[in-house]
């Protein structure tokens, strides 16, 4: 089984020198992928209940760690890494437009010579909508717009679209175009029947958050005839979870024969010293659970 890390904020690697240290790490230990967070504006105080359902959400994380930009934490990846892919977990999408969204991506996939992937979801927290002007309510059908943009761009030389980000009724110059064929991965992130919907629709992967690998194998099943209603092959997708620094082998391969293919650790520390302890205890985890 593949695994990689999510730096979840980033609070920790925002210092450039702490950022190349563990994304060479990363690199050493045979990392698959590193993927970060994205978040724009949150509020100090949330008022937005948790999506999950946890004992001690980590509140902290959103509401005092930094959040840097991940596009632009992604371009300083691609220059200090040769071999990791790099991605999002998750693009919120209705946060920017998408034409926007489109080219940053693919002028990511071409710097780094073809490794990005495209994790996105619809977002959770109201609070930061209501501050960027966006409408909650309308976060899955703005999400639904900003996929066939994404995939309209990179897949038809001549796009035609009507959205609520825009038309285009001409031919227009996007390029350049990904190093990727079709296009980068897209990821769909989340736990429900509609994310589970729009992966059937639009995705390359699928990557649910904190749930138990039963949990995951029954939406896998779910997941697969909703595949089959579209047409699609589910074997072709890539099913990735996220998961504590402390994962225990056990856990790991219980993942594994849920038809979970990678896993990430989920950090939520901001001090370096703990961030690489942790993704060297975890990648001797997941050696030790692909070796037993």
């Known amino acids: 089984m593949q695994y990689g890390i999510h730096v979840n904020s980033g609070a920790a690697v925002t210092d450039p020198a702490v950022l190349r240290d563990m994304a060479q790490l990363a690199e050493e230990l045979g990392c698959e992928a590193i993927l970060i967070g994205d978040h724009v504006l949150p509020a100090r105080k949330i008022r937005t ?20 930009d991940c596009f632009t934490t992604l371009a300083f990846l691609a220059a200090i890494t040769t071999r990791v892919r790099l991605g999002v977990s998750v693009i919120i999408l209705p946060y920017r437009h998408p034409v926007a969204v489109t080219k940053m ?56 679209l009507s959205t609520a980000y825009g038309t285009i009724d001409r031919d227009v110059n ?7 064929k079709p296009h980068p991965p897209i990821w769909i992130g989340g736990n429900t029947l509609p994310a589970l919907r729009r992966v059937a629709r639009w995705g390359d992967g699928w990557q649910p958050v904190f749930l138990s690998p039963d949990a995951i194998q ?15 092959d589910a074997t072709q997708l890539e ?46 985890t997941m050696r030790e659970a692909g070796n037993a």
């Open 49 to 68: 209940p948790f999506p999950m359902k946890m004992d001690n959400p980590p509140w902290h994380v959103y509401q005092e760690h930094d959040w840097p």
């Open 239 to 284: 099913i990735t979870t996220l998961v504590g620094a402390h994962v225990s082998v056990a856990e790991a391969q219980a993942y594994q024969a849920a038809g979970v293919q990678g896993l990430y650790m989920l950090t939520t520390t901001d001090q370096p010293d703990e961030l690489f302890a942790q993704v060297k205890q975890f990648v001797a």
């Open 105 to 160: 991506l693919t002028t990511l996939d071409r710097l780094s010579g073809g490794r990005i992937i495209c994790g996105v979801g619809i977002g959770w927290l109201k609070d930061e909508f209501e501050f960027l002007g966006v409408p909650f309510e309308d976060r899955a059908a703005l999400s639904e717009d900003c996929l066939n943009v994404m995939k309209t761009l990179w897949t038809d030389e001549h796009p035609r």
């Open 174 to 180: 996007f390029g350049p175009q990904p190093v990727q």
């Open 218 to 232: 029954n939406k896998c099943e779910t997941l697969q005839s909703l595949m089959e209603k579209a047409g699609r």
